[in-house]
């Protein structure tokens, strides 16, 4: 079965440091999403994609994250300065259209010192 | 404001058992609801979801019940395995709205006990 691919696992910086995860979604997919998942809650929408257009990133603290998904097909989330805030878990999901389910990968795990 | 409510935090079944998880929603527009799983150091994996044209729907041991006039849904996992052993978020979507976002719940960590 075909999987939502990210790298890297786990990431370690310290604040003030710029961070940035990569994601593949599942071949043929359109909607990727990225979500964040603080330990012990539900994930958290940042940004959703459909092809390379923003749908929605009213919940991306834009002064210090950035997304893109340049070729409609991988994406990248940047963050830039790092906070301690920040350390969670960093989840992208893909479905084939806006009303098909999302596929999550395993996620990016990060730690600002 | 949390718009999906999740309980039990945790719970603890005996193998073969069942396990039930209950979930309360506050949006009426919402209209799909999944029930993901997750084991440690893993992503969510869909396990089940249902539209609330339907009361329920059953795969396997995994069943969800949907109560539309209550605004609630669960998830009962039949004859529970030490396997099941996880966290199980139940979500909600808008599908009619302008973004996609799931809305999860909180969690419940579930340990079967063989």
């Known amino acids: 079965e075909a999987e939502v691919a990210q790298s890297p696992r786990y990431k370690i910086t310290e604040k003030s440091q710029a961070v940035a995860f990569w994601c593949d979604p599942i071949?043929?997919?359109?909607?990727l999403y990225w979500y964040r998942q603080i330990l012990g809650q539900g994930p958290e929408l940042l940004v959703q994609?459909?092809?390379?257009?923003?749908?929605?990133d009213s919940q991306l603290p834009k002064d210090r994250f950035s997304a893109e998904r340049l070729k409609g097909v991988d994406s990248t989330l940047k963050i830039q300065p790092a906070e301690l805030g920040d350390s969670a878990m960093y989840l992208c999901?893909?479905?084939?259209?806006?009303?098909?389910?999302?596929?999550f990968g395993d996620g990016t795990r990060l730690s600002i010192l | 404001q949390q718009q999906v409510k999740q309980s039990p935090q945790s719970l603890i079944v005996q193998k073969g058992g069942i396990s039930i998880i209950n979930c309360a929603y506050e949006?009426?527009?919402?209209?799909?609801f999944p029930w993901y799983q997750q084991f440690p150091g893993k992503g969510p994996a869909l396990l089940i979801a249902?539209?609330?044209?339907?009361s329920e729907k059953k795969e396997g041991r995994f069943t969800i019940s949907f109560n539309k006039s209550a605004k609630q849904f669960s998830l009962h996992i039949m004859d529970s395995q030490p396997g099941d052993s996880a966290t199980y978020f139940c979500?909600?979507?808008?599908?009619?709205?302008?973004?996609?976002?799931?809305?999860f719940g909180k969690g419940t960590h579930l340990i079967i006990q063989p």
């Open positions: 979500a909600a979507l808008n599908s009619g709205g302008g973004a996609d976002g799931l809305t």
């Open positions: 071949s043929g997919h359109a909607t």
């Open positions: 999901a893909s479905s084939r259209d806006r009303d098909q389910p999302q596929h």
């Open positions: 249902i539209r609330p044209d339907v």
């Open positions: 994609f459909q092809d390379e257009s923003v749908v929605d």
């Open positions: 949006n009426t527009a919402f209209d799909y």
